[in-house]
């Protein structure tokens, strides 16, 4: 939140659950680090993303102060800002604070009790979530020496002055004044910060993906990857929101956005992370419960809300349909912990939260059917993922992601030696699915109009559904390709890239096209940051670049996860020399994918041997410090 007067903390809330408008979104916090060298002649700014650090210089004459942010990736309630002066000789300056003020909060300036050194503002958030909720209390500790909103002094060279705030709210473990106090002075006062916080990011940056041929590309690559691992963290179990932590685009809320795009690639490389966000479902299935329950008559099981945000309740704005019929999303939970379950291994509690919502998101569509005349049965008024589409029958991508929910209930079932009902059987192998000849209806009467994003071409990737056959999905993708919206939101053309690699098995002008789509017209400079849409909207939209990170991952990469194994079909994007998708991980194995044109090498970083099945049959072993090599085809990475 650099020039911000406010900054936000994940989980923090503030607004109704159920409200037209103002509905419960991120809740400001006072950014007491929005500090600034005011008699300054130019300034210049860089993001490191290497080491996850915002500069910024100001030159005094011939001088130069250095000013660095950065929220410590060790130390999750502390952000740092420091300022350096970098020249010989000592320079006056003026620095100016904007803390800005706190419109969701009750906060009163407290004492602490080393007044000489820090001070503290507490409060509670203005309105809950819900009747039941708490008020959220935030206590913030930041350092003394700035009192004013104007401090004039002169700067020794070298010299590097550090105002570091510690900002801790009641959702963890108090946040009582001197339990924050006693924090503060804990981490801020250690000598390697700078250090600490560097080495997470290296340990973070094991894993990432290396392109040689296309710097635009490889920038972009590597900075949207940053963007989405840095909003979430393994030791805070909290999902993701299209407009990151950063923003209070789409109010900070959780939507499918997570599951389906920001997801996949972090538990390629970061399953950790992964997991933070499905125990952000786990956690909150008491809400979904109570979503399907609202309705008249009430739905059973579970049913995950459009939008959420910390209580797990809906809290999609009222004037908005989505909020009560876009309801996809409760199977696209499923399929995403389904891809957990087939790569990762989770511990006893998370394998009966597994099961609790797989079961819960079941029943819920079984509840949710009705059968038609023609035997089938078949989900009345829905929004699919294209949200021009409001009120109607049987979209496919609905019914199609209710019969994966199913089929994966009775997968778990048989594994966990557990029962379902019989009828879940018979309702997932007769769901109506439209067609017109080879093409599949969005839905129930479609009749050619305008999409407004990737929706149907999303049951081949990530969705794998069962029921498309090759000539059907070429069919789905020219003829959808064909009536997108051109100003469609930034998850949309990758996808099509995606469809046109797996099925063609090279690159062509058309899917490197459409590849190049997916993120020339939403990047924007300097900092490449995401944009919603070529023409804005959500910024900082790590949905899109979740989208994009999949588009090579998963198209140009070819990666699938199927059960206990990963598969791979890599292909060379053209102008691209080599890749390499570095720090994969494997259940506890960690490995290197890296090929070129013509050849294919793994590497084991960590972990025991893997074996390697190629497209040919052939099978290789690969262990620590013995890489293997073979001419580039298809291949899976199994134990």
Same mark, same amino acid.
């Given at each position: 939140?650099?020039?911000?007067?406010?900054?936000?903390?994940?989980?923090?809330?503030?607004?109704?659950?159920?409200?037209?408008?103002?509905?419960?979104?991120?809740?400001?916090?006072?950014?007491?680090?929005?500090?600034?060298?005011?008699?300054?002649?130019?300034?210049?700014?860089?993001?490191?993303?290497?080491?996850?650090?915002?500069?910024?210089?100001?030159?005094?004459?011939?001088?130069?102060?250095?000013?660095?942010?950065?929220?410590?990736?060790?130390?999750?309630?502390?952000?740092?800002?420091?300022?350096?002066?970098?020249?010989?000789?000592?320079?006056?300056?003026?620095?100016?604070?904007?803390?800005?003020?706190?419109?969701?909060?009750?906060?009163?300036?407290?004492?602490?009790?080393?007044?000489?050194?820090?001070?503290?503002?507490?409060?509670?958030?203005?309105?809950?979530?819900?009747?039941?909720?708490?008020?959220?209390?935030?206590?913030?500790?930041?350092?003394?020496?700035?009192?004013?909103?104007?401090?004039?002094?002169?700067?020794?060279?070298?010299?590097?002055?550090?105002?570091?705030i510690i900002a801790i709210s009641d959702l963890e473990e108090g946040s009582d004044v001197e339990t924050a106090n006693t924090l503060w002075f804990s981490i801020s006062k250690?000598?390697?910060?700078?250090?600490?916080?560097?080495?997470?990011?290296?340990?973070?940056?094991? %894993?990432? =993906?290396?392109?040689?041929? #296309?710097?635009? @590309?490889?920038?972009?690559?590597? +900075? /949207?990857?940053? !963007?989405?691992? %840095?909003? =979430?963290?393994?030791?805070? #179990?909290?999902? @993701?929101?299209?407009?990151?932590? +950063? /923003?209070?685009? !789409?109010?900070?809320?959780?939507?499918?956005?997570?599951?389906?795009?920001?997801?996949?690639?972090?538990?390629?490389?970061?399953?950790?992370?992964?997991?933070?966000?499905?125990?952000?479902?786990?956690?909150?299935?008491?809400?979904?419960?109570?979503?399907?329950?609202?309705?008249?008559?009430?739905?059973?099981?579970?049913?995950?809300?459009?939008?959420?945000?910390?209580?797990?309740?809906?809290?999609?704005?009222?004037?908005?349909?989505?909020?009560?019929?876009?309801?996809?999303?409760?199977?696209?939970?499923?399929?995403?912990?389904?891809?957990?379950?087939?790569?990762?291994?989770?511990?006893?509690?998370?394998?009966?939260?597994?099961?609790?919502?797989?079961?819960?998101?079941?029943?819920?569509?079984?509840?949710?059917?009705?059968?038609?005349?023609?035997?089938?049965?078949?989900?009345?008024?829905?929004?699919?993922?294209?949200?021009?589409?409001?009120?109607?029958?049987?979209?496919?991508?609905?019914?199609?992601?209710?019969?994966?929910?199913?089929?994966?209930?009775?997968?778990?079932?048989?594994?966990?030696?557990?029962?379902?009902?019989?009828?879940?059987?018979?309702?997932?192998?007769?769901?109506?699915?439209?067609?017109?000849?080879?093409?599949?209806?969005?839905?129930?009467?479609?009749?050619?109009?305008?999409?407004?994003?990737a929706d149907v071409v999303l049951l081949g990737y990530p969705f794998k559904w069962n029921k498309l056959t090759p000539e059907s999905r070429f069919a789905d993708l020219n003829?959808?390709?064909?009536?997108?919206?051109?100003?469609?939101?930034?998850?949309?053309?990758?996808?099509?890239?995606?469809?046109?690699?797996?099925?063609?098995?090279?690159?062509?002008?058309?899917?490197?096209?459409?590849?190049?789509?997916?993120?020339?017209?939403?990047?924007?400079?300097?900092?490449?940051?995401?944009?919603?849409?070529?023409?804005?909207?959500?910024?900082?939209?790590?949905?899109?670049?979740?989208?994009?990170?999949?588009?090579?991952?998963?198209?140009?990469?070819?990666?699938?996860?199927?059960?206990?194994?990963?598969?791979?079909?890599?292909?060379?994007?053209?102008?691209?020399?080599?890749?390499?998708?570095?720090?994969?991980?494997?259940?506890?194995?960690?490995?290197?994918?890296?090929?070129?044109?013509?050849?294919?090498?793994?590497?084991?970083?960590?972990?025991?041997?893997?074996?390697?099945?190629?497209?040919?049959?052939?099978?290789?072993?690969?262990?620590?410090?013995?890489?293997?090599?073979?001419?580039?085809?298809?291949?899976?990475?199994?134990?």
């Amino acid at each position: 939140m650099i020039n911000a007067n406010y900054f936000y903390i994940g989980g923090v809330f503030n607004g109704p659950a159920i409200a037209e408008h103002d509905t419960s979104h991120r809740a400001k916090v006072p950014a007491h680090v929005n500090i600034h060298v005011k008699n300054a002649t130019s300034i210049v700014a860089a993001v490191d993303i290497e080491r996850g650090i915002y500069f910024r210089r100001s030159f005094i004459g011939n001088a130069t102060v250095e000013q660095r942010w950065y929220a410590h990736r060790r130390h999750k309630n502390l952000l740092v800002h420091e300022i350096e002066l970098l020249s010989s000789t000592p320079t006056y300056t003026c620095l100016t604070q904007d803390a800005g003020s706190a419109p969701d909060f009750h906060f009163h300036n407290v004492n602490t009790s080393t007044p000489s050194e820090t001070r503290a503002i507490s409060g509670k958030t203005k309105v809950p979530e819900l009747s039941s909720s708490k008020r959220v209390t935030v206590t913030v500790i930041y350092p003394a020496w700035f009192s004013d909103s104007r401090l004039c002094l002169a700067l020794r060279p070298k010299q590097v002055l550090a105002y570091n705030i510690i900002a801790i709210s009641d959702l963890e473990e108090g946040s009582d004044v001197e339990t924050a106090n006693t924090l503060w002075f804990s981490i801020s006062k250690q000598q390697n910060l700078f250090e600490q916080h560097v080495q997470e990011w290296s340990r973070v940056w094991t %894993s990432g =993906i290396e392109v040689k041929g #296309d710097l635009y @590309l490889a920038q972009s690559l590597n +900075s /949207s990857l940053y !963007y989405i691992i %840095s909003s =979430i963290r393994d030791d805070w #179990d909290y999902s @993701l929101s299209p407009g990151s932590l +950063s /923003s209070n685009g !789409y109010n900070g809320h959780t939507f499918w956005d997570y599951e389906t795009w920001m997801y996949p690639i972090l538990l390629a490389f970061h399953p950790n992370l992964a997991l933070s966000g499905l125990r952000y479902r786990f956690n909150r299935l008491q809400g979904a419960e109570a979503k399907a329950a609202s309705y008249n008559p009430p739905y059973k099981g579970l049913m995950f809300p459009w939008e959420s945000a910390s209580s797990g309740a809906e809290t999609c704005p009222t004037f908005a349909p989505t909020g009560q019929l876009e309801q996809h999303i409760s199977g696209d939970v499923v399929y995403a912990v389904r891809q957990y379950h087939y790569k990762e291994v989770m511990n006893p509690e998370d394998k009966q939260k597994m099961w609790d919502t797989v079961y819960g998101v079941s029943e819920f569509f079984a509840s949710r059917v009705t059968k038609r005349r023609d035997g089938k049965w078949g989900i009345k008024g829905v929004i699919p993922p294209d949200e021009y589409a409001v009120n109607v029958d049987n979209s496919v991508f609905t019914n199609a992601i209710a019969q994966l929910s199913f089929e994966f209930a009775a997968e778990l079932a048989k594994e966990f030696n557990r029962s379902i009902p019989t009828q879940w059987n018979e309702i997932a192998q007769n769901l109506f699915i439209p067609m017109n000849g080879s093409i599949h209806l969005e839905y129930e009467g479609y009749d050619g109009r305008t999409v407004k994003q990737a929706d149907v071409v999303l049951l081949g990737y990530p969705f794998k559904w069962n029921k498309l056959t090759p000539e059907s999905r070429f069919a789905d993708l020219n003829f959808y390709k064909s009536v997108t919206d051109p100003g469609s939101a930034a998850m949309t053309w990758g996808t099509f890239s995606i469809g046109l690699l797996e099925l063609q098995g090279k690159d062509t002008s058309e899917s490197f096209d459409l590849f190049n789509k997916s993120y020339k017209l939403y990047v924007k400079q300097p900092f490449f940051v995401w944009t919603e849409t070529p023409t804005f909207g959500a910024v900082n939209f790590i949905t899109g670049a979740g989208a994009f990170l999949q588009a090579y991952v998963n198209g140009y990469g070819g990666l699938r996860i199927e059960k206990d194994k990963l598969e791979f079909n890599p292909i060379s994007a053209k102008g691209i020399d080599y890749t390499k998708l570095r720090g994969l991980k494997f259940r506890k194995n960690v490995f290197n994918v890296e090929y070129d044109e013509h050849i294919v090498t793994i590497s084991l970083i960590a972990g025991d041997e893997l074996l390697i099945v190629r497209k040919n049959g052939e099978r290789l072993h690969v262990t620590v410090d013995t890489p293997i090599t073979f001419a580039k085809s298809a291949f899976s990475v199994t134990k």
